[in-house]
């Protein structure tokens, strides 16, 4: 059974970066298209960023031109490098990417992780 693991979340003062991963539990084939999204406390998840599978990448506006979304290919990760972060970007932050299990994969599967906290507070 494979499993999503998120990891790089933690306190960081305003205008601090960090760097989440996301990686699967096993070794893969490989990754697809992913999103990393956000749930702060009393709303809804939101999409902040995705990298399609051709490595094309799309960002929601309050963190364009701050996130940067990246894949190791090689490795089989995927980071999200988080840049001049706000108060306003604290949540729990989710990766969601589709992996092909194996070299024969026809179709990749849906996998979520477990979610990483991220908190900007001084």
């Known amino acids: 059974q494979v499993q999503v693991v998120e990891s790089g979340g933690g306190l960081v003062q305003p205008g601090g970066s960090l760097t989440l991963s996301c990686a699967a539990s096993?070794?893969?084939?490989?990754?697809?298209?992913m999103g990393w999204y956000r749930q702060a406390p009393g709303k809804q998840r939101e999409l902040v960023a995705s990298l399609n599978i051709d490595d094309t990448t799309n960002y929601s506006g309050s963190v364009k031109g701050r996130f940067t979304v990246s894949r190791d290919g090689a490795k089989n990760i995927i980071y999200l490098q988080m840049n001049s972060l706000k108060p306003e970007d604290t949540a729990v932050y989710y990766c969601?990417?589709?992996?092909?299990?194996?070299?024969?994969?026809?179709?990749?599967?849906?996998?979520w992780g477990q979610g990483t906290q991220v908190t900007v507070s001084s």
């Open positions: 969601n990417v589709e992996i092909y299990l194996s070299s024969e994969s026809l179709y990749p599967y849906d996998y």
């Open positions: 096993r070794s893969i084939f490989k990754t697809g298209a």
